[in-house]
């Protein structure tokens, strides 16, 4: 891939990324709530791997950048 389109394809991603966080955050806290009849536990876990997902997201693609670029 070129120098060239690396900012638009950055500025996708990040677009991508953020519009999927959104989503996600709108719709866990239902989801959260309607597990958490069934099971607290199960209710916790959720919304913490749905809060340690957005941070995995940025750490993997940060990894993924910098292997590219190193090569």
Known sequence: MSQDTSPRSA?????LIMIAVFV???FV???VQWLAQYNEWLAY????????AF????WLRARYQRKRDGE
């Open 55 to 58: 941070f995995a997201v940025f």
């Open 29 to 31: 806290p239902m989801l």
């Open 11 to 15: 500025a996708l991603a990040a677009a």
């Open 45 to 52: 876990s959720v919304g913490a791997l749905t809060i340690l």
């Open 24 to 26: 996600a955050l709108v």
